[in-house]
T-cell receptor, first 112, second 114 residues
Framework: KAGVTQTPRYLIKTRGQQVTLSCSPI?????VSWYQQTPGQGLQFLFE???????NKGNFPGRFSGRQFSNSRSEMNVSTLELGDSALYLC???????????FGPGTRLTVL | DQQVKQNSPSLSVQEGRISILNCDYT??????FLWYKKYPAEGPTFLIS?????DKNEDGRFTVFLNKSAKHLSLHIVPSQPGDSAVYFC?????????????FGTGTRLKVLA
């Protein structure tokens, strides 16, 4: 089975712009979670989607949003980018939220 | 409020010796714990897990120990190899808002010296 894929792998944006990141889960996995990784902060949970519904949300501002499509692919959007949004954004998939999560390679976002 | 803590940001071990990575948690309702390994420019890779009803799980060179009374988790790597050099994250699963959620520690960077 193919693993979790994320596109793009690298992205450079400027403050105030918006960005959309994409994640394709492992085939058959319906739960997709997003995390932000910054140095010293570990993986901070953003949100989880299951069957096109957001099931859980972390403590991030409303500028961070997401959605999931009927084929379980998910997108994450960040509007009005700030310098502090520079991070590695990781997507993880699992059959359901109860199962072990498997991560994609991440999207490295740099905000200038 | 950091519910899962890895208090050692880094650890250096000689090749062939034992590496012990530690993790503490505060929520007694966590029911499943995992360790992930992460190399630079890659996503975390699942390593090993343990249910809260067990106190030990072993997989080859990797063993995870769980001490529920102390709310403490540890990962032992024996023997350590240079390829084990990576950042290790522990994670705990909890039930919240009608779904499971995983809380991650901040990671420990392991360096295995040849």
């Amino acid at each position: 089975k193919a693993g979790v894929t994320q596109t793009p792998r690298y992205l450079i944006k400027t403050r105030g712009q918006q960005v959309t990141l994409s994640c394709s889960p492992i085939s058959g996995h319906r739960s997709v979670s997003w995390y932000q990784q910054t140095p010293g902060q570990g993986l901070q949970f953003l949100f989880e989607y299951f069957s096109e519904t957001q099931r859980n949300k972390g403590n991030f501002p409303g500028r961070f949003s997401g959605r999931q499509f009927s084929n379980s692919r998910s997108e994450m959007n960040v509007s009005t980018l700030e310098l502090g949004d520079s991070a590695l954004y990781l997507c993880a998939s699992s059959p359901t939220s109860a199962n072990t999560q498997y991560f994609g390679p991440g999207t490295r976002l740099t905000v200038l | 409020d950091q519910q899962v803590k890895q208090n050692s940001p880094s650890l250096s071990v000689q090749e062939g010796r034992i590496s012990i990575l530690n993790c503490d948690y505060t929520n007694s309702m966590f029911d499943y714990f995992l360790w992930y390994k992460k190399y630079p420019a890659e996503g975390p890779t699942f390593l090993i897990s343990i249910s809260s009803i067990k106190d030990k799980n072993e997989d080859g060179r990797f063993t995870v120990f769980l001490n529920k009374s102390a709310k403490h988790l540890s990962l032992h790597i024996v023997p350590s190899q240079p390829g084990d050099s990576a950042v290790y994250f522990c994670a705990a699963r909890g039930w919240t808002s009608g779904t499971y959620k995983y809380i991650f520690g901040t990671g420990t960077r392991l360096k295995v010296l040849a």
